[in-house]
């Protein structure tokens, strides 16, 4: 009996060198794959990180990039230039010239391939994601002493992410208890403004619109504001034609109707950004978009770039109060009522337009807009 528990404890100490204190354990014990998030995010919220942002692993071990969130990503080492061609995953890399995934769109349901990297040379590797420029990562190759083990990974890429997962939900928080300042307007009516999903100093968004039902009467204006450079549209109505194979949103122009909004057509901000205190000023930049609405009704708007991550938001415009000098009418119920889910089914064929047409074309828009 003595001999046995001697065993098990001999099998324990065994078991405790081999994965170390910390979390780490020896090179040669590590696993063939390690396992890692390029960003990640629920409706309403994406945390472009990567979880965890460092690594240490031994020479040979491979890293997988899984992309568990809908918002896009790259894995990128190197300075990319406009003729790098993405890396067919898996790939190998000794830490010399340029090595990227294409541009991912992610999907909780993990249907989305990892993007999975050898190395083979010992040294600290950083990298990036090109539509992202605060997110980046390193990687620290070694050819022997302690490295990473599967679970302490897990551990900080659980603790990064609901750390930063609840930060961008208290921003949410004090924005949805606010309501729309409203000022008068000398052209008549009142201007409501809300505000674009702000994003927090370390890059992550919050994919919505504040408030997300805003009351107006007709004959009043939205106006909305970006707060953060991360691109966002105001869009109403379906796109047509619907999105095709290479739909890039960046180039859809904005339009809205001279009148003011009746609840019908198709109405787009263009691409809404507000560059960070102190950037150059870009004369092209949309900062703000305002829009009239002139019949009562609900109606749904949404963000192109975002509307999968569930970025939509309703305006709903009551009738204008009956002038006195008439006898009161029936009140009026809103014949504006838009479909309910029409945004998802346009969320969908973008995505599916983007995918289809390679997401380099659209990193490079994004880019472009950072
Ligand atoms: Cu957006």
Redesign the pocket.
């Known amino acids: 009996m003595k001999r046995i528990l001697a065993a098990l404890l001999a099998a324990a100490i065994g078991a405790f060198a081999l994965v170390g204190a910390g979390g780490t354990q020896p090179a040669a014990a590590q696993a063939a794959t390690i396992h890692v998030d390029a960003g990640n995010g629920e409706p309403g919220y994406a945390v472009n990180a990567f979880l965890p942002e460092t690594l240490t692993i031994a020479t040979g071990t491979t890293v997988a990039w899984h992309f568990p969130w809908i918002e896009p990503h790259t894995t990128t080492f190197g300075t990319v230039t406009a003729t790098t061609k993405p890396a067919a995953s898996p790939a190998t890399y000794d830490g010399t010239g340029v090595l990227t995934s294409d541009l991912t769109f992610g999907n909780p349901n993990g249907s989305v391939k990892p993007f999975e990297v050898k190395f083979t040379k010992a040294g600290t590797f950083k990298y990036t994601c090109e539509i992202h420029p605060f997110m980046t990562g390193s990687v620290t190759v070694v050819n022997g002493g302690n490295v990473d083990s599967q679970s302490t990974v897990n551990e900080r890429r659980t603790n990064n992410y609901v750390n930063r997962l609840g930060e961008l939900k208290s921003v949410a928080a004090g924005l949805a208890a606010q309501s729309a300042a409203v000022t008068p307007m000398a052209s008549g009516g009142n201007k409501y403004t809300l505000t674009?999903?702000p994003a927090t100093r370390a890059g992550d968004?919050v994919?919505q619109f504040f408030p997300a039902a805003a009351k107006i009467t007709a004959g009043d204006t939205v106006e909305w504001k970006a707060t953060a450079p991360?691109?966002?549209?105001v869009t109403f109505g379906p796109i047509t034609p619907p999105p095709g194979p290479g739909f890039d949103p960046f180039a859809l122009p904005p339009s809205k109707p001279a009148a003011g909004y009746d609840g019908t057509g198709f109405v787009n901000s263009g691409i809404m950004t507000a560059s960070p205190p102190g950037a150059p000023a870009d004369p092209n930049e949309i900062k703000s978009f305002e829009l009239k609405f002139t019949k009562a009704g609900t109606y749904q708007y949404y963000?192109?770039?975002?509307?999968d991550?569930a970025?939509v938001a309703t305006i709903t415009v009551e009738a204008a109060p009956t002038p006195p000098t008439r006898a009161p009418g029936p009140p009026n119920t809103g014949s504006g009522q838009q479909g309910g889910d029409g945004w998802m089914l346009i969320a969908g064929a973008i995505v599916a337009a983007i995918v289809a047409g390679g997401g380099s074309v659209l990193a490079a828009r994004y880019r472009a807009t950072r």
């Open positions: 674009i999903g968004d994919m991360t691109p966002h549209t963000c192109i770039l975002h509307a991550q970025m």
